[in-house]
């Protein structure tokens, strides 16, 4: 079974923080993706990458920038976190481009205040 | 633009039938995507369609009509456990990248 890691369940930060969410996954999978969900609006997509050192933006990336130094492992940052990105945040991989469906972490639900 | 619905909220009677539709105007299409996702824990993939018809998977079916822009998600014999949102996801757009709906959250009652 593929296993996606998320490093933290539960995070609490202040307004201007930087904010690191990291996600591991252990499937050798090529896509990994960041998404946010919040009650009323769904999933939505903020960066997803294709390989390694390569990144591209989804449909919210303002306020987020990602890192991908490692295959199994995809990282996403707030710069200086605000009130609005509090949000559960999940990161997902999938096998390749196509069909493949996506695999979810657990989460991360973060709290800026 | 991109667009995905399905209605909010649905309520059921376990053992009974439900059907979750869900419609989609998207620029590209690329297969149609069926999650499930409890209260408080990741989405995880129920089914997935490509091709028009019906895709059946123990209790759980899975329509999909391209010309329509048109999918339900069926679930027979429900049991509590079935109590979940369900998320209906396109591949599709410039990236064909997975557009997710809103989600349809789904109580199940004795």
Known sequence: ?113 | GQNIDQPTEMTATEGAIVQINCTYQTSGFNGLFWYQQHAGEAPTFLSYNVLDGLEEKGRFSSFLSRSKGYSYLLLKELQMKDSASYLCAVRGGSQGNLIFGKGTKLSVKP
């Not at chain 1, 591209?56 to 009130?83: C, H, M, N, Q, W």
């Not at chain 1, 997902?92 to 493949?100: I, K, R």
């Open chain 1, 1 to 113: 079974d593929v296993k996606v890691t998320q490093s933290s369940r539960y995070l609490v930060k202040r307004t201007g923080e930087k904010v690191f969410l990291e996600c591991v996954q252990d499937m050798d999978h090529e896509n990994m993706f960041w998404y946010r969900q919040d009650p009323g609006l769904g999933l939505r997509l903020i960066y997803f990458s294709y390989d390694v050192k390569m990144k591209e933006k989804g449909d919210i990336p303002e306020g987020y920038s990602v890192s991908r130094e490692k295959k199994e492992r995809f990282s996403l940052i707030l710069e200086s976190a605000s009130t609005n990105q509090t949000s559960m945040y999940l990161c997902a991989t999938s096998a390749s481009q196509g069909e493949e469906k996506l695999f979810f972490g657990s989460g991360t639900q973060l709290s800026v205040l």
